[in-house]
């Protein structure tokens, strides 16, 4: 059950279709809540969601789930997933839970559950979790006099929004700046252009309109065409695109040109470390970061540490091993002197700290690597183990022989979709495309 329940970003896939069905719901509430109710005091959840037109049937369900086996309930309504793993802290909750698909679809959802600490369950917890539903779920119920309370919470936004402001240095102000910022119709959709706009900024928004069916919809972080276009329109100084739960971040600048994680990654790296912030000698990002990145830190003597992709093992190792910077090239940006997790509005404020400090334009700030030629292709599978094919390992094996010691092959089934991505990287961009483009035909062969 635990392999297909939960994926690397908890529980993940079609509204009303399994795992994301009211039953399953309920039942992982059920589970959850009686796993983290132990001793004599009340036992409470915090529930933060997206702008998802499930997300009231999924809320109901872990409401029902949570407040049967004992746990009161506090609902924060739409509030981006760093939110949920503060407050979760913050409230002294015993669970989190962001209902939520990150930078997918409408149609999907998604169910992510923060420990009492803010941080992602472990793999081990989470299995337990399957299990319990699994079992029988009647021995799980609370007496009829303690089951739980569940009651809305109208100052979660507030208390997201002070806690974004306090990770910025005393004094920090925006005045000069004209931002346009895209919510993606997401979780952020209030609480982010409000930061902005206390701080100073002159804010125009763009993606502020949730209607339940259009988050992440042309745009977003995944889609910043039109972020693009309207930082150019309205000559802007910065251009800040986020996705459906705001947990990952990109930039455009002043020209209209894009910035991912690893340019961001860097900007924060170089500051924290010139003011002694830095710790660890280094930053934790994935295999999917760019060799640039990588190139760049050792000039400046630090180190980059990778892991698989998923922000989880990014924090896992950054907490194991005391880095305080990690994320991913996506924009999921981890600073655990603030979140527990990803947060695309603070990571975009430490960006901004940086622009008005140095007085330099975005172009400027955000250009800190040349990043070296890259490839990333997505292959739909319906069935079945691509990757496990004869063909397919034997592509695989003469393009990491062609790359050499140039460059870099990843070949990996995505966490949260049913999809293969090639990715390729190297000086020599014929090639690196020329590698990708006969992976990716071997894939669609089989």
């Given at each position: 059950m635990s392999k297909k329940l939960f994926g690397t970003d908890g529980v993940r896939g079609q509204a009303n279709q399994y795992p994301m069905t009211s039953e399953i719901a309920l039942k992982l509430g059920m589970?959850?809540?009686?796993?983290?109710?132990?001793?004599?005091?009340?036992?409470?959840?915090?529930?933060?969601?997206?702008?998802?037109?499930?997300?009231?049937?999924?809320?109901?369900?872990?409401?029902?789930?949570?407040?049967?086996?004992?746990?009161?309930?506090?609902?924060?309504?739409?509030?981006?997933?760093?939110?949920?793993?503060?407050?979760?802290?913050?409230?002294?909750?015993?669970?989190?839970?962001?209902?939520?698909?990150?930078?997918?679809?409408?149609?999907?959802?998604?169910?992510?559950?923060?420990?009492?600490?803010?941080?992602?369950?472990?793999?081990?917890?989470?299995?337990?979790?399957?299990?319990?539903?699994?079992?029988?779920?009647?021995?799980?119920?609370?007496?009829?006099?303690?089951?739980?309370?569940?009651?809305?919470?109208?100052?979660?936004?507030?208390?997201?929004?002070?806690?974004?402001?306090?990770?910025?240095?005393?004094?920090?102000?925006?005045?000069?700046?004209?931002?346009?910022?895209?919510?993606?119709?997401?979780?952020?959709?209030?609480?982010?252009?409000?930061?902005?706009?206390?701080l100073g900024a002159e804010v125009i928004t763009i993606g502020v309109e949730p209607n339940g069916t259009n988050i992440n919809q042309g745009c977003g972080s995944t889609s910043p065409e039109a972020l693009c276009e309207k930082v150019k329109e309205m000559r802007a100084d910065i251009g800040i695109a986020l996705d459906g739960d705001a947990d990952r971040v990109v930039i455009v600048d002043e020209k209209g040109q894009l910035i991912d994680g690893d340019q961001l990654m860097a900007v924060i790296a170089k500051s924290w470390n010139d003011q002694g912030k830095l710790q660890a000698g280094g930053v934790v990002a994935t295999v999917m970061s760019n060799l640039g990145f990588e190139r760049f830190l050792e000039g400046e003597n630090l180190k980059l540490i990778r892991t698989p992709v998923g922000d989880r093992y990014v924090v896992e190792h950054m907490r194991q091993h005391g880095f305080n910077v990690g994320g991913e090239q996506s924009g999921h940006i981890v600073l655990t002197d603030f979140s527990t997790t990803g947060d695309g509005l603070v990571s975009a404020l430490q960006v901004l700290a940086v622009v008005v400090s140095s007085g330099k334009p975005v172009s400027e700030v955000c250009s800190q690597f040349e990043p070296i030629p890259q490839l990333l292709q997505n292959v739909r599978f319906t069935s079945g183990a691509p990757l496990e094919e004869l063909s397919v390992i034997e592509a695989i094996k003469d393009g990491e022989e062609r790359l050499g010691q140039k460059g870099r092959l990843v070949i990996r089934p995505s966490g949260t979709e049913p999809l293969i991505r090639v990715m390729a990287e190297g000086d020599d961009k014929g090639l690196v495309e020329d590698v990708v483009s006969d992976i990716v035909g071997v894939l669609k062969a089989v």
């Open positions: 589970a959850a809540g009686k796993m983290f109710t132990n001793g004599g005091h009340r036992h409470r959840v915090v529930i933060g969601k997206d702008t998802r037109l499930s997300g009231y049937m999924i809320e109901s369900a872990l409401i029902s789930g949570f407040t049967s086996v004992g746990m009161d309930v506090f609902q924060l309504g739409p509030v981006p997933t760093p939110g949920v793993a503060m407050l979760t802290r913050s409230m002294r909750a015993d669970l989190g839970v962001m209902i939520s698909a990150s930078h997918n679809g409408f149609a999907d959802n998604g169910i992510k559950i923060f420990g009492p600490d803010g941080y992602k369950l472990s793999d081990a917890q989470e299995a337990e979790i399957a299990e319990m539903i699994e079992g029988d779920n009647s021995s799980l119920l609370a007496d009829p006099r303690d089951i739980g309370r569940a009651k809305r919470i109208e100052s979660s936004r507030d208390r997201y929004i002070e806690a974004a402001k306090r990770s910025l240095p005393r004094n920090m102000r925006f005045e000069n700046l004209r931002i346009v910022i895209d919510c993606a119709h997401g979780a952020a959709y209030k609480v982010a252009p409000l930061a902005l706009w206390e």
